[in-house]
C-alpha cells in the first residue's frame, strides 16, 4: 500500500510523517500494493484533525478523527479503519471474492454481532432541474441536510449537503 500524506494550515514534521507510515504499515496486509491511503493532517482551532481514505476498486474505506495531539488522531484513525473492515468483513466477501486488492484471510474477527443492513423507507421524486443554488435554497426550506436535484449546469445528478461546520457541499456524479 503506498501512502500519501499532506498535511493543511500547518507543517506536519517528519516525524509525524514516519508515524503515520508506521502506524498504516498494519493495515498494509490487508491490501495489495496497488492501493494508495491518502491521510490528511489539518490544524483546526488549537485541534488536529486526521482524515484517512483507501480507495480499493469498488469500496472505500474512510475515517476521520479530531483530536488534542496528532499522534493521537492517527492512532485512532488507524483503529477506526481497522474496525470497519472487520465489521463488514463478510459482507465485502460476498461482494469481492474474486478480488485481488483484499486480503480477506488477514482480516480479524469482529466480537460484534453482524445485524442485517435494512432499507426500512424508500422514497420515489422526480428529479427537477435547478442550479446548485437553487437547491441548496430548496434544501434550507424543506429543513434537510441533503437535496436531490438535476444540475441544469452539468446535466447530471448532484447532492447538495450542510456540513458540519455550516457550509454546503455538493456531490456530483460521473457516469
Known amino acids: 500500500m503506498k501512502i500519501v500524506i499532506n498535511s493543511k494550515n500547518y507543517n506536519a ?4 510523517k514516519e508515524t503515520i507510515e508506521k502506524k498504516f504499515a498494519k493495515l498494509d496486509k490487508y491490501f495489495s500494493n496497488e492501493i494508495t491511503a491518502n491521510v490528511m493532517t489539518l490544524r483546526e482551532k ?3 484533525k486526521v482524515e484517512a481514505t483507501i480507495n480499493t476498486k ?3 474505506f474512510r475515517a476521520e ?3 488534542e495531539d496528532p499522534y493521537e488522531g492517527v492512532d485512532r484513525v488507524v483503529e477506526k479503519l ?3 473492515m472487520s465489521k463488514f468483513k463478510t459482507k465485502l466477501q460476498r461482494k469481492y471474492k474474486d478480488h485481488k486488492d483484499l486480503a480477506f484471510a488477514e482480516l480479524p474477527e469482529t466480537e460484534e454481532e453482524q445485524e442485517e443492513i435494512q432499507v426500512v423507507r424508500k422514497k420515489r421524486f422526480d428529479l427537477v432541474p435547478m442550479t446548485v443554488d437553487e437547491a441548496v435554497v430548496q434544501m434550507e426550506l ?3 441536510n441533503f437535496f436531490v436535484f438535476l444540475n441544469m449546469e452539468t446535466d447530471s445528478v448532484g447532492v447538495v449537503y450542510k456540513r458540519n461546520d455550516n457550509d454546503y457541499g455538493l456531490l456530483e ?3
Do not use: D, F, M
Open 13 to 16: 514534521s517528519e516525524k509525524l
Open 46 to 48: 488549537g485541534k488536529y
Open 58 to 60: 469498488g469500496t472505500i
Open 65 to 67: 478523527v479530531l483530536a
Open 82 to 84: 481497522s474496525r470497519q
Open 142 to 144: 424543506l429543513e434537510h
Open 173 to 175: 456524479t460521473a457516469y
